[in-house]
Antibody, heavy 124, light 108 residues
Framework: QVQLVQSGAEVKKPGASVKVSCKAS????????LHWVRQAPGQGLEWMGR????????NYAPKFQGRVTMTRDTSMTTAYMELSSLRSDDTAVYYC?????????????????WGQGTLVTVSS | EIVLTQSPATLSLSPGERATLSCRAS??????LAWYQQKPDQAPRLLIY???NRATGIPARFSGSGSGTDFTLTISSLEPEDFAVYYC??????????FGQGTRLEIK
């Protein structure tokens, strides 16, 4: 079955960078975009951007442009999200997710399944 | 950026009751709207896509309706496991893809 397994929790100081990984299995990794969504404590969901694992092309939310970099390693079927110049308000759970597929169709920008989430804490 | 506004912020109901959750878009998103359920310490789960289609394995008590700017998620008869936070999401005009702020469905 489709699985997305993320790297473990991170604690970073303000100004540092963090790189979160998302290991995909159970489907053709290069066939579907991978998205990153974050959730601050007690808050809602915020889309950060997506990567095309086949081409490496990316689309970022304007809010994160210049601070986020999404990459992938096709040999490892793993996607990465790196966020730089961390601030305390970047403290959040970061999720990777992929487009939803039925038995007959796939929808790139509806999200299912999701990884388990990675807590990134930014604190001095 | 399309802003999605969900109401109410919190809905208090009892098991067996009918739940009606609303999502309003700042401009038309056609039928490009989805609903997610999130339980504590879990990732969201897709319930409804394209405004009215149930995702795989979602019980029939969940239904979605609407188009343009006004959308509704209805849970016909609440089960204990339905008490959670619900988010709407649009993919019509992006980037960015946007979510509503959520509706918390709590046990009365």
């Amino acid at each position: 079955q489709v699985q997305l397994v993320q790297s473990g929790a991170e604690v970073k100081k303000p100004g540092a960078s963090v790189k979160v990984s998302c290991k995909a299995s159970g489907y053709l990794f290069t066939g579907y975009h991978l998205h990153w969504v974050r959730q601050a404590p007690g808050q809602g969901l915020e889309w950060m951007g997506r990567i095309n694992p086949n081409s490496g092309d990316t689309n970022y939310a304007p809010k994160f442009q210049g601070r986020v970099t999404m990459t992938r390693d096709t040999s490892m079927t793993t996607a990465y999200m790196e966020l730089s110049s961390l601030r305390s308000d970047d403290t959040a759970v970061y999720y990777c997710t992929k487009g939803f597929c039925t038995t007959t169709s796939c929808y790139e920008n509806w999200f299912d399944p999701w990884g388990q989430g990675t807590l990134v804490t930014v604190s001095s | 950026e399309i802003v999605l506004t969900q109401s109410p912020a919190t809905l208090s109901l009892s098991p067996g009751e009918r739940a009606t959750l609303s999502c309003r878009a700042s401009q038309s998103v056609s039928s490009y709207l989805a609903w997610y359920q999130q339980k504590p310490d879990q990732a969201p789960r897709l319930l409804i896509y394209d405004a009215s289609n149930r995702a795989t394995g979602i019980p029939a008590r969940f239904s979605g309706s609407g188009s343009g700017t006004d959308f509704t998620l209805t849970i016909s008869s609440l089960e204990p496991e339905d008490f959670a936070v619900y988010y709407c999401q649009q993919r019509s005009i992006w980037p960015p893809i946007t979510f509503g702020q959520g509706t918390r469905l709590e046990i009365k």
